[in-house]
């Protein structure tokens, strides 16, 4: 039933309506106008929030939130999460655990951050990172630890080295074979 239909008859219960006719015509119509025009300002107003946008929009929200082109490891939900946090990943920038919740996203779940302040006084702007990935990396894997490494740390940081540590599983089997073995000599005379 129309919306504003219901409201006008109701709410208002401007009594004209209530009879067949004209007047009760126009009012009909005119309250499922208002539904048709309320359900268009709706679905405009959708168009501007990345969570509920049309897909076709969604490229340009992230041009908007400087983010580049969706990354081949992330699904559309997760590049609408991405497009949608924007505000809140550059905000968590420059602090280690920021880098390590953005990393998580793309599925880099054991990341540590280290400073080498702990390992020569010196190096105090410099860190590195440790990441022990569940999947095997692509090149662009590699690409995409760098990009987000060197955009979330802090502006006086610097980048020394990016350490992946891969754990690999393979069945291994232990056999042990006995030999008998007897040696005989023959001379022949």
């Known amino acids: 039933m129309s ?11 401007w009594g004209p309506i209530w009879n067949d006719g004209a007047l ?6 005119g309250a499922f106008s208002l539904d048709e025009a309320r359900d268009s300002i709706l679905w405009l107003r959708e168009q501007f929030v ?7 929009y969604l490229p340009a929200h992230a041009r908007s939130r ?8 992330e699904t559309e939900a997760q590049y609408r999460v991405r497009v949608s946090k924007a505000r809140v990943w550059h905000e968590k920038g420059g602090k280690a ?9 793309y599925g880099f779940e054991d990341v540590i951050v280290f400073s080498l302040r702990t390992e020569d006084e010196a190096r105090w702007a410099e860190f590195r990172l440790y990441v022990r990935p569940t999947f ?9 630890l760098n990009e987000i490494a060197n955009e979330f740390k802090a502006a006086s940081a610097k980048l020394e080295s990016i350490v ?10 232990v ?6 073995v007897s040696h005989y000599v023959v001379e022949c005379n």
């Open 175 to 180: 056999g042990v074979e006995i030999l008998n």
């Open 66 to 73: 400087a983010i580049g082109l969706r990354h081949y490891r």
């Open 3 to 13: 919306l504003f239909w219901d409201y006008f008859r109701k709410t208002l219960r």
């Open 97 to 105: 655990k920021g880098i390590s919740e953005i990393l998580e996203h």
């Open 136 to 144: 095997w990396m692509a090149a662009e894997d590699y690409d995409l």
């Open 24 to 29: 009760s015509a126009i009012a009909k119509g």
């Open 164 to 173: 992946v540590q891969f754990e690999a599983g393979c069945t291994s089997y």
């Open 50 to 56: 990345p969570e509920k946008c049309i897909e076709d």
